[in-house]
């Protein structure tokens, strides 16, 4: 069965600090990759997305990812963090396989919540 | 433009009860999904709709779940028989097709709490 693990359930940086967010996942084949943030009060977001070709993604925010294929990973990173960045972020993935009838269905990570300090 | 929109936002229940959770897509969304979000257990997919049929219900967690959706719009989710463990928010989406079935709007969900 497809899984996703985001191994940090929190992690706190400074504003300004560089971040990485890990997510790994568990699939019988390349799935479709996906990034979402929860703010606080809101509802979720999409951040960014991969489906093929270049393995580094740019999304919204400043943010970017790069899927690792021999490592099963997706993670996120932001150079600089802005205050407004604080949220829970969601790992994602979903089937590449349009016929199939889970194809649309996506399978999250636990979520790991950012802190950002002053 | 609107979003998706649920009702209520916030519904207390007593075990045993039965609730029901509405969500309004945004309009001219054909796929509309239903998620479940626990305290530590992250968001767990319930069911999804193309339409109004469902392909995929493996995520129900019982028979007490069910959800239906009519006129390709709005769609209900019926809880029977409450019981505690149901307690979570209930997540609601809609996305249009092809590879933006991904690209999925969520709304502000419902937060269930059953005493």
């Known amino acids: 069965a497809q899984s996703v693990t985001q191994p940090d359930i929190h992690i706190t940086v400074s504003e300004g600090a560089s971040l990485e967010l890990r997510c790994n996942y568990s699939?019988?084949?390349?799935?479709?990759l996906f990034w979402y943030v929860q703010s606080p009060g809101q509802g979720l977001q999409l951040l960014l997305k991969?489906?093929?070709?270049?393995?580094l993604v740019q999304g919204i925010k400043g943010f970017e990812a790069e899927f690792k294929r021999s490592q099963s990973s997706f993670n996120l990173r932001k150079p600089s963090v802005h205050w407004s960045d604080a949220a829970e972020y969601f790992c994602?993935?979903?089937?590449?396989?349009?016929?199939?009838?889970?194809?649309?269905?996506?399978?999250f990570g636990q979520g790991t919540i950012l802190t950002v300090h002053p | 433009g609107a979003g998706v929109s649920q009702s209520p936002s916030n519904k207390v229940t007593e075990k045993g009860k039965d609730v029901e959770l509405r969500c309004d897509p945004i309009?001219?969304?054909?796929?509309l999904y239903w998620y479940r979000q626990s305290l530590g257990q992250g968001l767990e997919f319930l069911i999804y709709?193309?339409?109004?049929?469902?392909?995929?219900k493996s995520g129900l967690p019982s028979d007490r779940f069910s959800a239906e959706r009519t006129g390709g719009s709005v769609s209900t989710l019926t809880i029977q028989r409450t019981q505690q463990e149901d307690s979570a928010v209930y997540l609601c989406?809609?996305?249009?097709?092809?590879?933006?079935?991904?690209?999925?709007?969520f709304g502000p969900g419902t937060r269930l709490t059953v005493t």
């Open positions: 989406a809609s996305s249009l097709q092809g590879l933006s079935i991904y690209e999925q709007y």
């Open positions: 699939y019988g084949a390349t799935p479709y």
């Open positions: 991969y489906f093929s070709g270049d393995t």
């Open positions: 994602a993935v979903g089937p590449a396989n349009a016929g199939g009838t889970s194809y649309g269905k996506l399978t």
């Open positions: 309009s001219g969304h054909t796929a």
């Open positions: 709709f193309q339409g109004n049929s469902a392909p995929d």
